[in-house]
């Protein structure tokens, strides 16, 4: 048998990375991200120039979050109903990859997004590539999560919207100083406009939060589509 | 190529497939055949590695197919009973993106969509594709990677006759350059010309393995039909092939060129099918 190597995965993980942004074109999901960033852009500059960061930390917060979990899940969804993932748990593809390709693909469209975004609303860049490298994945995959145990697409969006107001709620009460304690750092949402904040001190605190929480996250997300790969045979005993 | 022991699974608790057993030697193909329900896509389905918590041994290219890993789907192609399609893509870029995500060289896509005539659609988007057309690139998708194993879920199921010819052709094809083929199929026609072997499954269970040809002979043995005439009318009479000798009828009638029509009847798989697992093939 050939020798099998990182060589083989690498290109494999190329390969549905670029599956995926092709899908999401196809889809209109890169058309609807480019009609919010053309209406957050707008919004931003007509809004008060004193405002704009605090506006801007929650559109790049929201954006990965609120955004990249609908629509991931609506690609999973999609996937589902074309039957596609039997044909791919019976392929190469391990499913690390198949996790690394839509993590990867959602990514690199919310790094571009975030970043114009916090170009115009005056957020700190390198805090903007921190939160989105460190908060887009974890939003995926749990968006992958949410979905593998979907029957339909009302299910997933069933099941999203408490995730959304869970990590989304602290977040915003944090960032309008509604509650301060560096406790709530522990929580993904508040880590992650935490970073989005020009003050810098508690970024290594938000920063190690996140790390864990996707550390976290990426095991059971594993778990998770390993089963659900599984599943598609029909075997769950 | 694949070696089965003792295999057995079943969705719930009761038992299902049971005391499965055989082999398949390399550049040999062989044939589920049995009605529906009976077992045949998910004993294909254990075989391909996604179906894991079975007891007994599945070997396939010398791995217990549990332990399927990346490599060992390198060296197979499947074809789902159902078509695995991207609605989105085009038939060419659907070809084109799981071929990716195979280390061996791909097959030329165009040849490959030429020989089940779908060169003109190739770029059309499955979504506009009708379903026999579905079928085809399924099946197409298997080949892709020039799998060393081809497992096929009732590859000629809905398509016209001329299709069904096409396909039946290219896995004959396949075979000629020394795949090993499992099939898996509820019509007789395709499992007598394409398959070394024949496995009856029904309820579960093997009922029968064997070539189709000592299939069809185990059946009682093939009968003689006549006619001819008598009183003005015609009168039929038949016997067994092996003993028109002992027929009396029949050597007077041929000693006096008196016989108005005279075949042969040989079984079929079907018949035999119904014979030894008293079911009907759909
Ligand atoms: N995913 C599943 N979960 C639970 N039971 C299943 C599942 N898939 C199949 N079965 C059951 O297992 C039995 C065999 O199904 P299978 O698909 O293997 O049949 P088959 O021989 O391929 O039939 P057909 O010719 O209709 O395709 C059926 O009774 C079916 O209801
Ligand atoms: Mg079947």
Redesign the interface.
């Known amino acids: 048998m050939k020798a099998y190597g990182k060589n083989a995965s690498l290109r494999r993980l190329v390969s549905l990375t670029h599956g995926e942004l092709r899908l999401a074109a196809r889809y209109g999901i890169l058309a609807v991200y480019a009609l919010f960033t053309f209406m957050y852009i707008m919004l931003l500059l007509w809004s008060n120039p004193a405002a704009r960061p605090a506006a801007g930390g929650v559109t790049i917060l929201s954006d990965p979050a609120a955004m990249g979990l609908f629509f991931m899940g609506a690609m999973v969804m999609l996937e589902k109903s074309q039957r596609v993932n039997s044909t791919l748990a019976a392929s190469p593809v391990r499913v690390g990859e198949y996790i690394a390709a839509k993590v990867l693909a959602l990514l690199g469209v919310g790094l571009l997004v975030a970043l114009i975004v916090g170009a115009v609303a005056g957020t700190p860049l390198w805090g903007v590539v921190l939160c989105l490298v460190l908060c887009s994945p974890l939003f995926t995959m749990l968006a992958m999560m949410l979905a593998s145990k979907s029957v339909s697409l009302n299910q997933f969006l069933l099941l999203s919207v408490p995730v959304e107001l869970i990590i989304f709620t602290p977040a915003l009460f944090y960032w309008f100083g509604g509650v301060t304690s560096p406790l709530w750092l522990l929580t993904p949402g508040v880590a992650g406009i935490a970073l989005l904040h020009p003050d810098t001190a508690l970024w290594p605190y938000a920063v190690l939060s996140l790390l864990v929480w996707n550390a976290l996250v990426a095991v059971l997300c594993h778990r998770m589509i390993r089963a659900y790969f599984d599943s598609l045979g029909g075997g769950k005993l | 190529m694949i070696s089965v022991q003792d295999l057995r ?5 009761a038992p299902f497939l049971t005391d499965i057993s055989f082999q398949v030697e390399t550049g040999s193909s062989l044939g589920f055949l049995g009605p529906s329900g009976a077992g045949k896509s ?1 004993l294909q ?2 075989l ?6 079975y007891g007994g041994q599945a070997q396939v290219a010398g791995l217990e197919a549990r332990d399927a890993d ?2 060992f ?2 060296r ?1 192609g ?1 074809a ?1 009973e ?8 085009t038939g060419r ?1 659907n070809l084109a ?2 071929g ?4 061996n060289k791909q097959l030329d896509i165009s040849a490959l969509l030429d020989s089940v005539g779908l060169l003109p659609s190739a770029d059309q988007k499955v979504a506009a594709y009708s379903k026999g057309m579905r079928t085809r690139l399924n099946f197409v ?1 298997a080949l892709l990677h020039a799998p060393d194993i081809l497992f096929l879920d009732e590859p000629t199921s809905g398509l016209d006759p001329t299709n069904a010819h096409v396909i039946k052709q290219m896995i004959l094809a396949e075979k000629q350059k020394g795949r090993t083929i499992l099939i898996t199929t509820h019509n007789m026609q395709d499992a007598t010309e394409l398959c070394d072997q024949v496995a009856f499954i029904v309820d579960g269970k093997l009922r029968a393995l064997d070539t189709p040809h000592h299939l069809i002979m185990r059946k009682a043995a093939t009968e003689v039909a006549y006619t001819y005439l008598e009183d003005g009318r015609e009168a039929q009479g038949t016997c067994a092939l092996a003993a028109t000798g002992e027929d009396a009828l029949l050597r007077r009638l041929m000693a006096e060129n008196k016989l108005l029509t005279i075949h042969s009847r040989e079984q079929t798989l079907g018949d035999v099918f119904m014979d030894i697992t008293g079911r009907v093939l759909a």
């Open positions: 699974f079943s969705y719930t608790r998910t389905k254990i391909i590695g996604m179906l894991r918590h990346s490599a789907y390198e197979i499947v789902f159902y078509p695995t399609l991207y609605e989105k893509l870029q993106f799981f990716s995500l195979y280390q998708k």
